[in-house]
């Protein structure tokens, strides 16, 4: 079997490169940067996009890591199915359904339809926020500091490489076709849980501070954030705070382990937040 990695550089797809050599199936990278993605020996480098699916090698290949790219995901599942690829498996989102004009949700919405359009025997894959999303507080963490609005805003933040894999455990067993997999961490942790964990396993004072929703808004556009994705970002950090997550479960069904916890995660990262 011969498996496409899209977006080999990606934050997910560089772990699922690891994760289906590991596994023992041969690999087909695609990257627009080889040398930057450090890829094993073990896997087929190639060049390419999926912002141009028409220049994309698909001969030989059995099945596909499918990363998020609506804008041109039409064509590359008609490039894919007339090439005689089956499989796919698509990386998606638990907000997929939201209906809001700016959310990722209406983004994975059409990779998801044109997957199933195309007919492929697919799996969705859709994880709800990741524990990488806090890389961003390493700044107010060095300062000993987190302020943000919605500090009891509870969610299940996974680890991006439970997702990885997650996929390859889909695209090399049997099972799975037409399942779609919500994805989540192991355990409900507030924002304000997550400042206390840093402080615990950093083992220094990291104090939580609570952001009014219009200073949370006022310090996103700052940062170039545009102002509806602001918007339902506090959206939905303010309906976590009345209807708390809960762990799907999934992961440690999957993989047959516990999935990995924000402590394990952010000791995995010591030097990140030094």
Sequence with gaps: MTILVTGATGS????????????????????????????????????????????????????????????????????AAGAGIERVVALSGSSIGDGHAASSGNAYAAVEAAVEQAGFARTFLRPGSFMNNT????????????????????????????????????????????????????????????????EAVLGREVRFRELTPGEQRARWLGFGVPE?????????????????EVPTGVVEELLGRPGTTYAEWVAARRAHFA
């Design 228 to 244: 509806e994705v602001a918007d339902w970002l506090l959206t939905g950090f303010e309906a976590t705070t009345r209807t708390p």
């Design 135 to 198: 890389l961003d507080w390493a700044g107010m963490v060095r300062g000993s500091e987190v302020a943000m609005a919605y500090g009891d805003s509870t969610q299940t933040p996974i680890d991006l490489g439970d997702i990885a894999a997650v996929a390859a455990r889909v695209l090399t067993t049997d099972g799975h076709v037409g399942a779609t997999y919500v994805l989540s961490g192991p355990e409900a942790i507030s924002l304000r849980r997550q400042v206390a964990t840093l």
């Design 12 to 79: 997910v797809g560089r772990l699922v490169v690891d994760e289906v050599v590991a596994a023992g199936a041969d690999v087909r990278a695609l990257t627009v940067d080889p040398a930057r993605a450090d890829l094993p020996k073990e896997a087929e480098v190639v060049v390419g996009s999926l912002a141009r699916p028409d220049e994309l090698p698909l001969k030989g290949v059995d099945a596909v890591y499918l990363a998020p790219m609506a804008r041109t995901v039409r064509r590359f599942c008609e490039l």
